[in-house]
């Protein structure tokens, strides 16, 4: 059962569609879907990642669901709070399941120990300086044995735990961890949530090697600015990413 206020309330579920992304903003160009609603699918064929990166899934195997929310209380420049609470929430949710240590790697990839178990894309509509909309377009192995060649050092829940779940439970937990931090941002409570975010972050204050360019180095990385962006140092100074401007080397 849902235990969530709003988010997860109203469900639109799909067989296939291109993205559930591309589907939450045809459905925003042509009406105002109740705050909360989660469009789902069993299988996508144009999944989307951060940064134009394709997001591969097996059809049914794993949870690939796109929020609406409409945080006009926040505005334009505060915007990446809201990527925080909801890989926050993602985290904690993942915990919940593994019984387990996750860490966040920036800017929002879910990642058990050094391989990947998710990623969220969030698209915002701006106007002014408020966010009239955003969609939140989340996807996390679950059931998925074998993944693509292309992919690499994904990992899903069946491959660390060595278990079947079933998804419906497990997308109302999701949308139940999300809300909890959702609901920190409407209160404006940005310092518990860059302070959370920050020490959950994969590498987080570890010497560690990155690539800029051609360029490798070795880094720490000890936060994010408000704007989204790495603070790493290096070499004695303080550096800031915006992203794809480094990667890591894993």
Known sequence: MNQSLFIGKTLVELGT???????????????????????????????????????????GKNLTISIVLYPDFLEADKQFFLNMAVALGIKDFCEFVLNDEVKIKWPNDIYYLDKKLGGVLIENVINGNKIVSSIIG?????????????????VSFKKILNKEFELTE??????????????QLKQQHFNFLDKAYTVALYRYQQTHEFKKGEHFFRGEINGVTKEGKLIMHSNGKEHRYAFKEVEYVI
């Open 138 to 154: 989340i996807g996390l192995n679950v059931n998925q044995n074998s993944f693509d060649d292309l992919l690499p050092n994904p």
């Open 170 to 183: 497990l997308r109302e937990k999701l949308c139940s961890f999300i809300e909890k931090y959702y609901l």
């Open 17 to 59: 569609v291109d993205s559930t992304n591309n589907y939450a903003k045809q459905l925003l160009a042509n009406s105002k879907p109740i705050e909360g609603t989660v469009i789902t699918a069993i299988t996508q064929w144009a999944g989307k990642g951060q940064g134009g990166n394709k997001w591969l899934t097996e059809a």
